[in-house]
């Protein structure tokens, strides 16, 4: 069974910065779709960004500019660089990943990412 694991997250500054990491157990990333999620107390979840195997990614509008996507297939993990995070980013943060012509997806546990001074 392909597990992905979360990492990374924790107690930060409004202003500051964290990076997530996502590991996958199984050589996967190469043919999907991965990306992070986030749902925070009283809200919707909501797609944070995603990458696709060839390297399209998109973001929430609430993020642009502030947060980066990436992924190291030959370590089948990936990564959210998070910067400027404000109190309205605290929520807990889950790596998917979705085969891009199968009907299989992957999700994490959630790691949580709290901004408060």
């Known amino acids: 069974q392909v597990q992905l694991v979360e990492s990374g997250g924790g107690l930060v500054q409004p202003g500051g910065s964290l990076r997530l990491s996502c590991a996958a157990s199984?050589?996967?990333?190469?043919?999907?779709?991965v990306g992070w999620y986030r749902q925070a107390p009283g809200k919707q979840r909501e797609l944070v960004a995603a990458?696709?195997?060839?390297?399209?990614?998109n973001y929430a509008d609430s993020v642009k500019g502030r947060f980066s996507i990436s992924r190291d297939n030959a370590k089948n993990t990936m990564y959210l660089h998070m910067n400027s995070l404000k109190p309205e980013d605290t929520a807990i943060y889950y790596c998917?990943?979705?085969?891009?012509?199968?009907?299989?997806?992957?999700w994490g546990q959630g790691t949580q990412v709290t901004v408060s001074s």
């Open positions: 998917n990943a979705r085969h891009e012509r199968l009907v299989v997806y992957y």
């Open positions: 199984g050589s996967i990333f190469s043919i999907y779709t």
């Open positions: 990458v696709t195997s060839g390297g399209s990614t």
